[in-house]
């Protein structure tokens, strides 16, 4: 059975830093796609970013230059790292994993901006 767990999620002052993780564990074979999604309460749940696995990244325009992905494949780790964050990042981030026949996700974890 797979499992995606995320860690990292909390409460951080607006300008202030996570950092989150989402480890595979389980009988997978050949991750191609990893990312992090977001939901916000009262809306649908919006891709953050994504990273091949050969290493090409992509943002949702309103985290350019904030936020960075970044995968480890030996470990099965996907990783956010969010800078400069803003109220409006307050959400529930997801991970997701995608294989060749199957799309997974995390139980989701907590990342609230708030002074």
């Known amino acids: 059975q797979v499992q995606l767990v995320e860690s990292g999620g909390g409460l951080v002052q607006p300008g202030g830093s996570l950092k989150l993780s989402c480890a595979v564990s389980g009988n997978i074979f050949r991750i191609l796609d990893m990312g992090w999604y977001r939901q916000a309460p009262g809306k649908q749940r919006e891709l953050v970013a994504t990273?091949?696995?050969?290493?090409?990244?992509s943002y949702a325009d309103s985290v350019k230059g904030r936020f960075t992905i970044s995968r480890d494949n030996a470990k099965k780790t996907v990783y956010l790292q969010m800078n400069s964050l803003k109220p409006d990042d307050t959400a529930v981030y997801f991970c997701?994993?995608?294989?060749?026949?199957?799309?997974?996700w995390g139980q989701g974890t907590q990342v609230t901006v708030s002074s």
């Open positions: 990273i091949t696995s050969g290493g090409i990244t």
């Open positions: 997701n994993v995608r294989t060749t026949n199957a799309n997974y």
